[in-house]
Structure formats: structure tokens, C-alpha cells
């Protein structure tokens, strides 16, 4: 995707992600040249770290869950919770803000996105 505002541009495409064995879509900044090498290896270790993550995540949507379910709790992430969407930036910085996405079967209309810092949740928001 290309903008007049070349720091704006990204690109997207479907890749398979090894903690779910699936494919999620992946929007990732990026030039002319397409994503570089720190972005491939940063989204290797989201995979990698991928457990922890989903600890750091848990907490962040159980709270914002119990504003509608008052007794809300997660028993397993990985079977309650699907991602289906990432974007990563440029990676350019010490700390990398990037967001994930969410389906869920305790609430089919809507997703959750997480924005995080490397590996540490910062917040969540539903849309639907």
C-alpha cells in the first residue's frame, strides 16, 4: 500500500504463524524494498515468545471484559482466543510498539486489539 506520504506506506499479506499453526494476516511498515531484516526477525521472536505474550495480554482483556461480564476470567488464552491480524513498524526503535489482533468465541462480534511494547501489553480495545 503506498501513500503520498511515503512514511505511511506498508505492506500486507497472509503468513503463517507457528504458535497456531495457521495463517494470520500481517501488516507491516515498509519502502520500496519491501519489509527488512530486523521486522522478519522481530515477528521470529513474537513467535517464538508468543507464550509469553498471551501471559502479558491476559490480564489487559480480562479487565476490560469484566466491564459487560463481571465474573470474567481467561482459563486458556490460546483456546479462547485467535489471533488474525499483526502490525509490525519499522522496528527502527529500542522499543518496538506493534499491535495484535484478536477473534473470540466469548464475544464473536467483536475483535480485540492489543497494542504492545516488545512483549508487554499496554492496552486493549474492542471493536465491533
Known sequence: ????????NYYECNISFQPITTEIELGI???ENGPIQIQKEFFS???KNYD???ASITPIIEDEFKNWKEDFKIIDFKKEFKPVYMFLPSCANKLVT?????????DLNHQF???MNDFVA???SIDG
Do not use: P
Open 113 to 115: 486489539t492489543v497494542t
Open 122 to 124: 499496554l492496552k486493549v
Open 1 to 8: 500500500m503506498t501513500f503520498k506520504d511515503k512514511s505511511k
Open 98 to 106: 506493534w499491535e495484535i489482533a484478536f477473534e473470540s468465541d466469548h
Open 45 to 47: 521472536s513474537i513467535e
Open 29 to 31: 511498515e515498509g519502502n
Open 52 to 54: 509469553k505474550i498471551t
